[in-house]
């Protein structure tokens, strides 16, 4: 195994949230996902965090709005061959024996058991067939509840999940409130995360935190998507997972007024 990435695997392998990048050699990092990950340029707010204390560390990305992770597999074609089509991101995939990648999906798409077992899970085996270094690892970008309005429930066709189910509706479970949301959501991410044998991040409880504890700061753009504050807040949890260090020992603000970063950063550790 090549010996620039350290991931101690715990019985509960979800309470993993590093990666030794110590040494010096390069680590090449991309993120799989869609406006939820790109939003306010989050993975560029990541590199020049990392330019701080791991230059060693580079961050790519294929990120395109509204996709799934099986949308990724499916939608805006590079070219084809004679069996197949091949995706921009599949080529992204295979262009770099990529050490680590970190993969989003929208959060209804797990939060309904069906694409979640039908899509989800079967575009990330699909992902990892695909990198060609057999020993990268993988990261699930757990996300945060959105804020509409309660009850919530969501709903997809079967066919949009399987073209061979018709006349089905497969929804999630009803959330009263954001306690509720929050749990139910993390739960999934949790069973997509052992179903693959992949760690996860906790982003969406670092937005939870935030919503009860500071709700003086507003993490969203709109009512999912993250602003600068949850963009920053974003990178700061990634930052920590890959470098094992804390993010409050960061001097880099970007664009965010120093009192509200670095409470932010206090609150990703």
Request: net charge negative; glycine share 2%; with cysteine.
């Amino acid at each position: 195994m090549r010996n620039f990435v350290l991931i101690i695997l715990a019985v509960a392998i979800t309470s993993c949230k590093s990666l030794n990048t110590e040494l010096s050699e390069e680590l090449n990092v991309l993120f799989i996902g869609n406006s939820l990950t790109y939003y306010h340029e989050m993975p560029q707010t990541l590199q020049m965090m990392l330019n701080e204390t791991n230059t060693n560390i580079t961050i790519d990305q294929s990120t395109y709005p509204g996709y799934s992770l099986s949308q990724h597999l499916s939608r805006k074609p590079e070219s084809t061959t004679e069996h197949r089509i091949i995706t921009l991101t599949e080529k992204k995939i295979v262009e770099k024996d990529w050490d680590i990648i970190i993969l989003q999906t929208g959060t209804v798409s797990v939060l309904i058991p069906e694409n979640r077992e039908l899509k989800v899970n079967r575009a990330i085996s699909r992902i990892k067939e695909l990198a060609t270094n057999k020993d990268c690892k993988f990261i699930l970008f757990n996300t945060w509840p959105s804020k509409r309005e309660y009850p919530k429930k969501y709903c997809y066709s079967g066919y949009s999940i399987d073209k061979s189910i018709k006349d089905i509706d497969y929804c999630s479970p009803i959330m009263e409130n954001l306690e509720q949301e929050i749990t139910t959501i993390n739960e999934s991410y949790d069973l997509v995360s052992k179903s693959n044998n992949i760690l996860k991040s906790d982003n969406g409880d670092k937005y939870y935190e935030v919503r009860t504890s500071y709700p003086e700061i507003e993490l969203y753009e709109d009512d999912i998507h993250p602003n600068k504050y949850g963009a920053f807040l974003n990178a700061c949890v990634f930052y920590q997972m890959l470098t094992e260090k804390i993010a409050s020992d960061l001097k880099y603000n970007g664009e965010i007024e120093p009192k509200t970063a670095e409470l932010l950063k206090k609150i990703a550790k």
